[in-house]
């Protein structure tokens, strides 16, 4: 698709009213087909009445003489568009395309702790559960009968305030 018309102004429209006299002759004996008709009355052929209008000559349009117009044609001397725009268009689209990778990476690196996250959290009783068993197994390997010792201190102290002020 381009800006030129497929079909050039002519220089001359084509009203209604030239398109119906080009189609209905003038008088009845203009009309007749050029082959005899079957019926006494004259009868309407689209066919004859085409042929008519090319016979005066209706339908042909009448084409001016336009000079053509050529596509232009980048010149071997020079590009058509200055280096510094095309410089400029390639770095826009290199600084796009790297923020856009940037911003795609940090989302995936993003979803990623949060699933290792949501992993741990899921897992987290499993893993005390495991560590107790771990310890419990170890506890009896070491040689105590897999007996716990549990030792408690309770560390008391007592001061006593003396009459004057003063501590003893």
């Given at each position: 698709?381009n800006a030129n018309p497929q079909y050039p ?83 826009a689209v290199g600084i796009g395309a790297g ?66 002020g003063g501590r003893r």
């Amino acid at each position: 698709m381009n800006a030129n018309p497929q079909y050039p102004d002519t220089g001359r429209q084509i009203s209604t009213e030239d398109l119906l006299a080009a189609l209905l002759p003038d008088s009845p004996a203009g009309a007749q087909p050029t082959a005899p008709a079957p019926a006494a009355s004259p009868v309407l052929d689209v066919a004859a009445l085409l042929e008519l209008a090319r016979r005066q000559g209706a339908l042909e349009a009448t084409v001016a003489q336009q000079t053509p117009v050529l596509p232009a044609v980048a010149q071997k001397s020079g590009p058509v568009v200055p280096r510094w725009a095309v410089g400029t268009a390639v770095a826009a689209v290199g600084i796009g395309a790297g923020g856009m990778l940037l911003g795609v990476a940090l989302d995936l690196l993003a979803t990623g702790a949060a699933a290792v996250a949501a992993g741990i959290t899921a897992a987290a009783p499993m893993l005390i559960l495991g560590a107790v068993l771990v310890a419990a197994l170890l506890g009896r390997r070491s040689g105590k009968g897999g007996q716990f010792e549990v030792t408690q201190t309770v560390v008391q102290t007592i001061t006593q305030t003396v009459k004057g002020g003063g501590r003893r």
